[in-house]
C-alpha cells in the first residue's frame, strides 16, 4: 500500500470517528436528560459491549491478552475510559451540547505536551500554531454560558476534565492495539469502564428503568451505544495506530462544527456569529497542524500498518 493510499484511508477512518462523535452530542444530551447521566452510561456501554463480542466471535477473533499486558489494560479501561464516561456523562447534564463538544475538543492541546513527554514526540512549529489557533477558535465559539441554554462552571469543568482523559484513552493503550488489534482492545476497554460505571451507577440505572423513557431516548442509546463507542472507537484506535496519536487528535478539532449545527437543529441552541469566526479558525489550524504532523509522521505512515498477533 502506498503512503499516499494509506493516509487517504487513515484520514477517512479519522474524520468518520469524529463525524459520528459529533453528530452524537444532541443525540446523546437527549439520552441523558431521559435516563440520566449514569444510567445511560450503564446501559449503552452493555449495547456496545454486547455488540463487539458478537463481532469478534463472528469474526472468529480472541479477547485472549498476555498477563504482562496487564497492566497497561486496566490503567486505559479502568482508569482512563471508565473515568471518561463518567465525568463526559455527569458533565453533559450540566452544560449544552455545544460547550460538551468545543471542551472536549482541547483534547488536542492536552496532547502536545503529554505526547511530549510519554512518546518524546517533540511538536514541529506548525503543529504548535495550528493548536494555538484551534484554541483561539475554541474560546470565540465558547464565549460566555448563556443563562437559558443552562450552561454551567461546573458542567464545563467537567467535561474539561474528560477531555484530559480523553488523551489517556488515545495515548495509553496504543502498543496493545498494535499487539492484539482495535476490537479486542476497544472490548476490553468497554468492559473495563462498564465495571467502574456501574459501581457508582446502578442504583440510578434501577431508578431510571422503572419508568420506561420513550422511543427517542431508546433511539439515542442505541446510536451512541453502536455507532459512537463501537464503531467510532475502533475507528480512532485503527486511526492512532497508524498515524500516531498528536496527529489523530488533531480531528477532534472538527466535531464544534457538526455540534453547533446539530445542536442548533434539534436542540435549539443559538448560533452566534463569533462561534462561526471561531470554527473558520479552527479549520485553520486544523490545517496547520495536520501538515506539521504529517511531515513528521510521514515515515510511520510509509511502514507496514497493522500487526496482528497470531
Not at 484551534?134 to 437559558?148: D, H, K, L, T, Y
Not at 453502536?226 to 498515524?243: K, P, S, T
Amino acid at each position: 500500500m502506498s503512503v499516499a493510499t494509506g493516509r487517504r484511508w487513515v484520514d477517512g477512518e479519522a474524520f468518520l470517528a469524529v463525524l459520528i462523535w459529533g453528530a452524537s452530542f444532541p443525540i446523546v444530551k437527549h439520552g441523558v436528560d431521559s435516563f440520566g447521566p449514569l444510567a445511560f452510561a450503564v446501559v449503552r456501554l452493555i449495547v456496545a459491549i454486547a455488540c463487539l463480542l458478537l463481532w469478534l466471535r463472528w469474526r472468529g477473533e480472541s479477547l485472549r491478552i498476555e498477563r504482562a499486558d496487564w497492566p497497561r489494560l486496566a490503567v486505559a479501561g479502568f482508569g482512563a475510559m471508565g473515568l471518561f464516561q463518567i465525568v463526559f456523562l455527569v458533565g453533559m447534564r450540566h452544560t449544552t451540547a455545544t460547550h460538551s463538544a468545543l471542551f472536549l475538543n482541547t483534547s488536542p492541546l492536552w496532547a502536545l505536551p503529554i505526547s511530549w513527554l510519554v512518546e518524546r514526540q517533540r511538536p514541529r512549529l506548525g503543529g504548535i500554531v495550528g493548536a494555538v489557533l484551534g484554541f483561539a477558535g475554541v474560546v470565540a465559539m465558547i464565549g460566555r454560558p448563556e443563562g437559558e441554554a443552562r450552561a454551567t462552571l461546573w458542567g464545563d469543568l467537567l467535561t474539561l476534565g474528560a477531555a484530559l482523559c480523553w488523551v489517556g484513552v488515545t495515548l495509553i493503550p496504543r502498543p496493545l492495539v498494535r499487539r492484539y488489534g482495535a476490537v479486542p482492545i476497544t472490548a476490553w476497554m468497554l468492559i473495563a469502564s462498564l465495571v467502574v460505571v456501574s459501581l457508582v451507577g446502578f442504583p440510578e440505572t434501577i431508578e431510571s428503568l422503572r419508568e420506561i423513557p420513550g422511543w427517542g431516548a431508546w433511539g439515542a442509546l442505541l446510536y451512541t451505544g453502536i455507532l459512537a463507542m463501537v464503531g467510532a472507537n475502533v475507528f480512532w484506535q485503527r486511526a492512532v495506530q497508524r498515524l500516531g496519536a498528536a496527529t489523530t487528535l488533531v480531528y477532534y478539532y472538527l466535531q464544534p462544527g457538526i455540534a453547533l449545527v446539530l445542536g442548533a437543529v434539534f436542540v435549539g441552541e443559538r448560533v452566534r456569529v463569533t462561534q462561526v469566526i471561531g470554527i473558520m479558525a479552527v479549520f485553520v489550524g486544523v490545517l496547520l497542524a495536520q501538515r506539521a504532523a504529517l511531515q513528521e509522521d510521514e515515515p510511520r505512515i510509509a511502514a507496514p500498518a497493522t500487526r496482528r498477533s497470531p
